[in-house]
T-cell receptor
């Protein structure tokens, strides 16, 4: 059974550009969550999607957005990139919505903003 | 608001020695608790989770954790550490049944000496 797949693995962007990251959940998983990991702030929740609807959102500016498609695949977009957006972005999938389900994480996308 | 404290930033143990990583949480209701491990440049791997029931939870790779409600703790233990256990360990508290947001601790980096 394939795990959570995140593409690309590495990305270098210039300040002011925008970027789109992709996450394919485990087959049958309907919930996808996104996290940002930085040395200074640690792991922070970005948002969660379930059945193509955003169900929960973390404390990030509106430059961070996401969506989920009918096949449960998800994308997150960051517009007007800042140096501080450099981070490892992790996607996690779950069979259902809510803390009672286990979360499986992907290997992440390492974004570097220069 | 939910929060997680991992008081030990860095721990060094000898191979074959026992290990205990501390985790304290703050949550208004019955928490969903998780331990994840992260190797350098990788995503998070779930070691074990607690939802309800038996307070001693067994996980993968020989790890176990004990939920103590009176102490708001969920410490991770392993009787005999292997060199391959060197990694960063994260404790997390899950959301309610309708919110999947995970709140992570700052992590404990484990170094294993031979």
């Amino acid at each position: 059974k394939a795990g959570v797949t995140q593409t690309p693995r590495y990305l270098i962007k210039t300040r002011g550009q925008q970027v789109t990251l992709s996450c394919s959940p485990i087959s049958g998983h309907r919930s996808v969550s996104w996290y940002q990991q930085t040395p200074g702030q640690g792991l922070q929740f970005l948002f969660e999607y379930f059945s193509e609807t955003q169900r929960n959102k973390g404390n990030f500016p509106g430059r961070f957005s996401g969506r989920q498609f009918s096949n449960s695949r998800s994308e997150m977009n960051v517009s007007t990139l800042e140096l501080g957006d450099s981070a490892l972005y992790l996607c996690a999938s779950s069979t259902g919505q809510g803390g009672g389900y286990g979360y499986t994480f992907g290997s992440g996308t390492r974004l570097t903003v220069v | 608001a939910q929060s997680v404290t991992q008081p030990d930033i860095h721990i060094t143990v000898s191979e074959g020695a026992s290990l205990e990583l501390r985790c304290n949480y703050s949550y208004g209701a019955t928490p969903y608790l998780f331990w994840y491990v992260q190797s350098p440049g990788q995503g998070l791997q779930l070691l074990l989770k607690y939802f309800s029931g038996d307070t001693l939870v067994q996980g993968i790779k020989g790890f176990e954790a004990e939920f103590k409600r009176s102490q708001s703790s969920f410490n991770l233990r392993k009787p005999s550490v292997h060199w391959s256990d060197a990694a960063e360990y994260f404790c997390a508290v899950g959301g309610s049944r309708t919110a999947s947001k995970l709140t992570f601790g700052t992590g404990t980096r484990l170094q294993v000496t031979l």
